[in-house]
């Protein structure tokens, strides 16, 4: 059996120089992939991740060794990556280096950024399997495995919601009354209360709402790309325009506290678990992350962000696939690479992986009792409708860096002085416009 590596490591030049040592599959001075000697697959794979997760299950389970007892004579480098947004710099520094892993994950609206470097794995087993990925098929390819169905929940604790006297809110504007007269019942005697904790040093943490809100506002999944055929799309009563309209009333209401732009993500999460917040938005891996935070979670309880405007509209519920696990056309070894992608799916070993993880399961074969923590949000919202969020396309993704449109941004800079929503609206529907013509998008 080959030796087990775990290569950690964070910075792009170290990753893409271990690629390049190691990555190409060559075997003790043999051919790069290929059989081995008792006939199978052989060769080294490099198998990317960012998730912390992950990491420490991999760690903890022996992937590697357990991969091996089925694939003797192919080994894995797990390489981990400090965080999601150093992933993406970094694959799209090795994509263009001809470096990628023979193995990498994607999100929904990274699919359609790495395409043309990924192999459709429409006949392996493991894409047949699940319930999301042919959804997620880029002209009639899948071209990754979603490794969890993804749901956003907001997660508070029942007791300070009692001792404030407010319950769960079922509108949008019920939500905003809960969190001011949080915001009010506790800043009085705790000035770095946070009704709502939202890190937006880092940025991405307003996600929930910045970039699934649009896609709520009508039920439509595909809103992103429905708006790289619009010349204005931000225009008065266009889903984006009254989706960011009520979150930039909700960040403005004082109840973010006193210094949203000056903590990141990890900091607002230990305010939640310290309860020094009472709510927290978060994607079902939060639950792992509050856990970790505080000995008791006896008291947390979930609830779906209500985005509807009456309690007679649908209440809009987004789901989504979550990590596409896929092959790179960089890879030497992409039958191993394959083979790996069916054992990672298979009874072998993505089952004890769900049961470690809070999120529900992707696999049809592989079906998960939701948490209880988790499914009271659906014991609360049995009317919930389910919208199925495609992320977006490539028009979308070229007018987005035509036009330097970064919604994320957008929510932190919404808490910035001088800051007009109307002003910003009418800004990025002339560069749209724009957009649209100069690359010749319809």
Known sequence: MKKKRLVAAAMAGVLAASVLVTGCGSKEGGESGGKGEKGGLSGTLTFAIWDNNLNDFIESNDMVGKFQEKYPDIDVEVEKIKDDSEYWNTMKMRASANQLPDIMFNKPF???????????????????????????????????????????????????????????????????EVTKKLQDYYGKENKNFMALACGLKDEWPDYPFMEFMPSLE????????????????????????????????????????????????DQATSLFCAKDAAIIALGDWGKQNIENGTEDISGLGTFYLPTRDTKEDPF???????SFMGVTTHSKNQEAAKAFVEWFYSEEWY?????????????????????PVLAEADE???????????????????IQNETTFDYKKLGAEMLTEGFDLDEKFAELNKKWTGAREKLEIE
């Open 110 to 176: 990274t699919l359609s950024r790495f395409q043309d470097y990924l192999i459709d794995l429409s006949d392996t087993e493991a894409a047949k399997n699940n319930e999301l990925a042919e959804g997620y098929a880029l002209d009639g390819k899948i071209l990754g495995v979603p490794m969890t169905a993804g749901y956003e929940y907001v997660y508070y604790w029942k007791d300070m919601f009692k001792e404030a006297g407010v319950e769960v809110p079922t509108t949008w504007t019920e939500f905003e």
């Open 380 to 398: 609360l919202c049995p009317d919930a409708q389910i919208v199925m969020y495609g992320g977006s396309g490539d028009d979308f993704t070229a």
């Open 351 to 371: 089952p004890d992986y769900l049961d470690y993880i809070t999120s529900a399961s992707s696999m049809k074969n592989f079906p998960k009792e939701k948490d």
């Open 218 to 265: 009508s039920g439509n999944g595909q809103n992103w790309n429905d708006m790289a055929k619009q010349d204005e799309p931000f225009a008065e009563g266009t889903d984006i325009n009254k989706a960011y309209k009520k979150i930039n009333n909700l960040f403005t209401s004082g109840v973010l506290g006193k210094d949203p732009l000056g903590i990141g993500n």
């Open 316 to 322: 809009n519920v987004i789901v989504q696939g979550d």
